[in-house]
Protein backbone atom coordinates (compact mmCIF):
# COMPACT_ATOMS: atom_id res chain seq x y z
CA UNK A 1 0.00 0.00 0.00
CA UNK A 2 1.40 3.19 -1.23
CA UNK A 3 -0.14 6.21 0.50
CA UNK A 4 -3.95 6.12 -0.19
CA UNK A 5 -6.70 8.49 -0.42
CA UNK A 6 -9.44 6.61 1.48
CA UNK A 7 -9.97 3.69 3.71
CA UNK A 8 -13.06 2.35 2.28
CA UNK A 9 -11.87 1.09 -0.78
CA UNK A 10 -11.78 -2.40 -0.65
CA UNK A 11 -14.60 -2.56 1.32
CA UNK A 12 -16.73 -0.94 -1.14
CA UNK A 13 -15.56 -3.06 -3.41
CA UNK A 14 -16.07 -6.25 -1.50
CA UNK A 15 -20.09 -5.08 -0.88
CA UNK A 16 -20.75 -4.09 -4.17
CA UNK A 17 -19.30 -6.79 -5.54
CA UNK A 18 -21.53 -9.22 -2.80
CA UNK A 19 -24.58 -7.34 -4.07
CA UNK A 20 -24.13 -8.61 -6.79
CA UNK A 21 -23.81 -5.05 -8.56
CA UNK A 22 -21.22 -3.70 -11.19
CA UNK A 23 -19.38 -0.53 -10.80
CA UNK A 24 -21.66 0.76 -13.77
CA UNK A 25 -24.71 -0.47 -12.17
CA UNK A 26 -23.84 0.81 -8.79
CA UNK A 27 -23.15 4.20 -10.98
CA UNK A 28 -26.84 4.47 -11.91
CA UNK A 29 -28.22 3.88 -8.80
CA UNK A 30 -26.35 6.69 -7.53
CA UNK A 31 -27.50 9.03 -10.23
CA UNK A 32 -30.96 8.25 -8.81
CA UNK A 33 -30.11 9.34 -5.77
CA UNK A 34 -28.73 12.43 -6.98
CA UNK A 35 -24.92 11.84 -6.69
CA UNK A 36 -24.29 12.12 -10.51
CA UNK A 37 -20.53 13.52 -10.31
CA UNK A 38 -19.56 10.12 -10.01
CA UNK A 39 -19.05 7.44 -12.72
CA UNK A 40 -17.97 4.33 -13.56
CA UNK A 41 -13.70 5.92 -13.29
CA UNK A 42 -14.71 7.57 -10.24
CA UNK A 43 -15.68 4.70 -8.39
CA UNK A 44 -13.08 2.28 -9.97
CA UNK A 45 -10.58 5.17 -8.38
CA UNK A 46 -12.46 4.57 -4.97
CA UNK A 47 -11.89 1.02 -5.03
CA UNK A 48 -8.42 0.99 -6.14
CA UNK A 49 -8.23 3.96 -2.86
CA UNK A 50 -6.88 6.45 -5.37
CA UNK A 51 -8.90 8.93 -5.16
CA UNK A 52 -10.50 10.94 -2.06
CA UNK A 53 -14.05 9.44 -1.15
CA UNK A 54 -16.18 13.11 0.62
CA UNK A 55 -18.80 12.55 3.18
CA UNK A 56 -21.80 12.70 1.25
CA UNK A 57 -20.43 10.32 -1.33
CA UNK A 58 -19.72 7.67 1.56
CA UNK A 59 -23.46 8.95 2.77
CA UNK A 60 -25.33 8.31 -0.69
CA UNK A 61 -23.08 4.87 -1.56
CA UNK A 62 -23.96 3.89 2.10
CA UNK A 63 -27.93 4.36 1.10
CA UNK A 64 -27.86 2.73 -2.12
CA UNK A 65 -25.49 -0.57 -0.89
CA UNK A 66 -28.48 -0.18 1.83
CA UNK A 67 -25.19 -0.79 4.91
CA UNK A 68 -24.41 1.94 7.18
CA UNK A 69 -21.36 4.50 6.55
CA UNK A 70 -19.62 2.31 9.10
CA UNK A 71 -19.75 -0.83 7.46
CA UNK A 72 -17.75 1.28 4.65
CA UNK A 73 -14.88 1.95 6.83
CA UNK A 74 -12.22 -1.48 7.55
CA UNK A 75 -11.64 -2.16 11.28
CA UNK A 76 -9.73 0.27 13.51
CA UNK A 77 -6.50 -2.67 13.90
CA UNK A 78 -6.42 -2.39 9.93
CA UNK A 79 -5.88 1.40 10.26
CA UNK A 80 -3.38 1.41 12.93
CA UNK A 81 -1.44 -1.46 11.59
CA UNK A 82 -1.51 0.56 8.17
CA UNK A 83 -1.18 4.23 9.57
CA UNK A 84 2.33 5.09 8.09
CA UNK A 85 1.30 3.95 4.64
CA UNK A 86 -2.14 5.63 5.09
CA UNK A 87 -0.62 9.01 5.78
CA UNK A 88 2.43 8.80 3.33
CA UNK A 89 1.62 10.80 0.13
CA UNK A 90 1.53 9.14 -3.17
Known sequence: MKGVKNVVGP???LLRKEQGFTQDALVAKLHLEGLEALNRISISKIESQVRN???Y???IIAHVLKVTPNDLYPPY???SQNIEEIRRPM
Open 11 to 13: RLK
Open 77 to 79: SYV
Open 53 to 55: VTD
Open 57 to 59: ELQ
